[in-house]
């Protein structure tokens, strides 16, 4: 028989010593000692806790029993393939040595959660449709690749940019997990502060589709002002929208923003709001930014949208009761969050967006435009020692050097922002880049912004949220008496639907149901009530 010629199937073939597999004119094993050198590559591996396999196209068993009895605590193997008859070649083998491997953690993705698998593993308990479930990535610190065999070769860059995917998907999470470490608390205070009084403001979707003027976007770099003196002599043509930071070097060159976006958590960024209560412009705002934004803005001038900066059971229960604003994915970066509003303000794609700003770099010396919070801090600093320039910023161990004559610099974390903000934006129509375009026609008028209220009784969520409190903290306390089996169901039932009580640990990514971890509740459960009361 002639095993060279070309396959529409894949065939289980006969080679030297045991088995292997002919497809489309390739021996995908070797068809001398087909499992030597996969079990070769499995016995050098030096395997940690918590690491997830991702197993490509491991068609047969070779490798796959060797890779298990290896295994430490907290490990996953993600059986992966992207051809449809080398995958069910795949899961016809797993199925016959399943029993095998009884204690083993293992998962085979269909085709549909191949192509989700980075955002699959984001979300905790996922049922996946061959049945196990994803516990959570907290349980994980790292992805290894093993390719089994040369059916990767079909699909080559998609292992790889799946690869890819994986690792920044774990990277996100633990670096969401430090900033929720630091923040989550304030988010999470933030957030129902702002609830309270979101029944008197505007919805943000009111203006979605309905700016018909060209849309001009500042954030806070250098370009800020390249063309602002012809922006200037030319205003009433264009809607203009302004991240946070960008808004007093714009009052300072006389051009008041029509919106201004703000997501900061912390009270710093009300210095960029000093003195712009007689301003006509109208804020919107991230549910977790500052609440004491209403000591300078009237509240009936700003318009909230949630920024879904984490999975929460909390945040999901307000979605499912239709309490929370417009949501978004969070950016990280308000300026994006800017742009990405834009897109959704203006009446089609065929209404230009120009944008300034958005630098994610910056010159030597300097980090923003000037007039900036950064910009007036380092003027009012400086002296003779202490310069205004920012040299620091440029030539740190951090920072990366963008040109050769050293005249732009910049930091992985804007460059991710570059990245994200380059993948959201480079389908979109009609956005311009320092560059601005004056038109003739200047009487384009925006469509009228109907002013639609919230009517979902926030309140009675609020109460029933501060009752909730209430019994886990006399159940806590032992004012409310419960059998032993009953207190741990009750409290788990309680406290994972309020997880914000606890995603600000520093082992918060889940609910421990230990004493010490009881006791931190107890402490937050009498900082929300405040916050309730």
Known sequence: MNYNTINEKPCIVPAKQGFSVSYKERFLYSKYNPSKLIIDKVSELSILPGTIFLCNSAILEYGIKELCNKLPENCLILLCEFNKDLHKLMEQTYSQIKNDLKNAEIAIPTFEELFLLPNIIQKSNYLFKCGYTFKSLGYYKRFVRIDFSAGTFFNENLYNELENACINSIKTFWSNRVTLVKFGRKYSYNLFKNLKNIESTIKIEQYFNKIEKPIIVFGAGQTLEKD???????????????????LQPLLKHKITP????????????????????????????????????????????????TSLYTNANYLENLNKKNLLPYQNMPFGSVGITTMYYATKFRKDDSVPIFYYGLDFSYSAGYTHTRNTIAHVERLCKSNRINKVENYNAAFSATSIKLSKDNSCFSTPVLLNYKNLFDSIFSEEKNIFMNTIKLYENTNS???????????????????????????????LTGTEKLSPEATEKTLTQLITSSD????????????NYTQSFLNRIRNEVEFFLKLYE
Request: glycine share 4%; with cysteine; proline share 2%.
């Open 258 to 305: 029509n919106g201004v976006f703000i997501e900061e958590a912390q009270n710093i960024i009300k210095k960029a709001f000093i003195g712009t209560n007689k301003e006509n412009f109208r804020v919107f705002a991230g549910l977790s930014s500052i609440p004491e934004l209403s000591e300078y803005i009237d509240i009936s001038k700003i318009s909230y949208f």
């Open 500 to 511: 914000y009580l606890y995603l600000h640990f520093p082992d918060g990514w889940q609910f």
């Open 445 to 475: 008028k925006n469509n009228d912004i109907k002013e639609e209220h919230y009517t979902n009784n926030i309140h009675e969520f609020l109460k029933n949220e501060k009752d909730k409190l209430l019994r886990i903290k006399n159940i």
């Open 228 to 246: 602002i003196q012809t922006i200037k002599s030319n205003r009433e043509q264009f809607y203009i929208l302004c991240a946070d930071t960008a």
